[in-house]
């Protein structure tokens, strides 16, 4: 656990080969929406992007800064989680249950352990630690019930000057009382943790009904005059996981066309709002989410994990519905979004679909920086950004030596193949270092 | 790459914790089925197993032998892939396709390279070194159409003293010529590779046509004369894999009942066959593949990767069929058993079924053994069997570490829960050595 300053205080520049998406090669030819720079050259002044170019284009006025030399690496926009549980690190692959008996069996017992504020603290940093290691330099994050949990994860989210957004969990039903609020406490809770954490800093908050089921109508009604209240926060849930939960939803809430439509009566489906999974999502509820503008995360490794069916990202993707690729820890499996976007695949292929690397990358890149509103400082090398990135070894273990080329991509279909191979077989190990506002927070690099 | 001896010397033992299994945790209570011993020795003598049990019953005897000690550290039998192809893994990881297209874009292309025996025999080493690394000791092999792919395979494997099964594939129609034979050609080359190879050292022949579309009914014929011929010989093909292929099978065969009949009728379905996927199989084709004893390997990372649907495990194992676990490399998109017993677990999630860490593990090892009918040697720590082991690190990563207790398990509850976060979180980095025939083949282990 390391804690890097807010900024680069010296211009520094970095050297290397750089990838990131100008456009959403769901829409546009993947051509028009890669940019592509074998030698490039990034300039970073206080943590910004100053400049972003070829190196020979930018030698001239650049050349006399330090430069760290990346030259067989291939850079790219830090990766952007849209939906992860920060207290379920630790029962990561919990055994042998679907979604609603899982809940019960291990997530509740776990997440009541962060009343306890220096527990909090400890598994944040272990779960910042790996967010690192795996390249990912922005989360969407649920806490637990427990206020604290949520000062434990930002106050750590801030001491790293990392760009977070994270709620505590509201939940006044159908769970034990060591994880549950009440709708009036998790009003009052919610209301003074925005206060004290919505825009300080790099860091955002998420107005957080866990999900349909364990709140009562009065708590969604509570979380959706939050929203009126403070109009720049998110809504962040949970919707259509499983088979078993739609139908509950519908029996808890008789009265409503539907598991969406639960949260619609609230006032909590806006253009801020962030729903995970979406498996189970009906053609009407598509088009809800699209006129509305809301966010889909798509977790394909817990999807698979705990069993709950095949997003079909085809189908949000057609409707312009934005989506971000998340991790779902402790559903899913592993902190890697390049793990990640290869089970993405599998669910594609099953559902008799493609998902392009490029298409799979936009999502962990820039496609989740629009999804969270956060394009304007986040998701790719444009000026004025933020400079959070990842070094990637395109050459990690000994079969990516055997598949990848030493040689850098000389064309897009080069490097389409090469950044296909590294999400099918890379994990934390192509992680060669994480910098985040331009300064080294992470490295398996020994040449540094 | 190394070359090791065929066997040990001196007697040599090992203490550490040990987990392998007695009988078959898909038919018998677990706690019948395992065998945990938390400190035990193995004594290995010229490379088979002289004695096993807990370290306090042999210290007596077998005290003053030299002893390695791996007491923090869980010991397993050697894992079994038994569907393989060796000429594709360089690749791995080929991008977009299902099956058909998959072999005519990518396999094709790379398997007509083997008929260069140095080359073949470059990637053989290639091949052996990621087995290893991985903790897989004995594999079902397909070579390439190529009787020089075989001979450098199974070479490479002789010195290294490996277990391993192979053939040439027989495909004399809708190939390209660079890897196509002729019924007749493949017949005679066959038949001298079986002659020279089959009960060689610890080497094995299986009997090849890739599958039913890329044979004519005159090759399989032959196929089947083989079998008849050489009667110790394995069959190995695949079967109902993907859809479009059953389909294009009733085209080619328009009087067989199915895809299961045009191997029946060949006389390849046999106790002796091995039949990879499965996946598409019906009701019928299950019951006579019970009936003849024939195993099926079941490669859910592949049948993931191709988009080729969900194998019925629990369906296969309730007939009682013998299945082993594979890899499919490079259908599949890695060569650890371990990363491939987490997807055979989210295959049997996503059909709503359950496999516990110890059915997984069952199947790589002692399940795979019985399925080759290698249970005589392989698959478990039996006085007598082969000492072809792997020695796993529990916390190999900081997750791993966090999630597993350093501390061994003291009941089978704990061991079942460990080796679960193994197979769902662990990779090659999870093997920390694997030892063939008592001598030391792969290590990680810095304290060594």
Sequence with gaps: MTSAPLSSDEPVAFRGAFLDFVADPFHQPED???????????????????????????????????????????????????????????????????????????????????????????????????????????????????????????????????????????????????????AESSYQQTKALIEKWHGRGRLSYAVTPRFAPTSTPQQLAYAGRLLQEFPGVYLHTHLSENENEVAWVQELFPDCAGYLDVYEQAGLVTNRSVFAHGVQLTEEEFNRLAEQGSTIAHCPTSNL???????????????????????????????????????????????????????????????????????????????????????LNRQPTPLLKLRNSSDLPTNLQELADQTFALMMLGDDRAVAATYILGKLAHSTDSRL
């Excluded at 630690?129 to 637990?144: F, I, M, P």
């Excluded at 991790?327 to 290869?342: N, W």
């Design 32 to 182: 028009d929406c890669v940019r592509y720079l074998r030698d490039g050259l990034l300039v970073v002044v206080d943590g910004k992007i100053q400049a972003f170019g070829t190196y020979g284009s930018l030698q001239g006025a650049y050349g006399e800064l330090p430069i760290t030399d990346y030259r067989d690496r291939l850079i790219v926009p830090g990766f952007i989680d849209t939906h992860i549980h920060y207290p379920q690190t630790e029962m990561i692959a919990a055994y042998g249950e679907q979604l609603l008996t899982w809940l019960e069996q291990y997530t509740f017992p776990v997440e009541s352990k962060f009343a306890d504020k220096d527990y909090a603290s400890k598994i944040a940093h272990i779960f910042l630690d790996e967010l690192l290691r795996n390249g990912t330099t922005t989360a969407l994050v649920l806490a637990t019930v427990h206020p604290e949990s949520v000062d434990a994860f930002l106050e750590a989210s801030e001491q790293r000057g990392l760009r977070m957004i994270a709620g505590k969990v509201m939940m006044d039903r159908n769970a034990p009382e060591s994880v549950r609020d009440t």
């Design 305 to 391: 994990f705990l069993g709950s069916g095949l997003f079909n990202l085809v189908k949000a993707k057609e409707n312009n519905i934005p989506v971000g690729i998340a991790t779902d820890v402790g559903g899913g499996t592993g902190f890697s979004l390049l793990q990640t976007l290869s089970e993405a695949y599998k669910v594609a292929q099953l559902r008799q679909n493609n998902l392009s690397s490029f298409q799979a990358l936009f999502l962990a890149t820039l496609g989740g920086a629009q999804a969270l509103h956060l394009s304007d400082s986040l998701g790719n090398f444009g000026p004025g950004k933020d400079a959070d990135f990842v070094v």
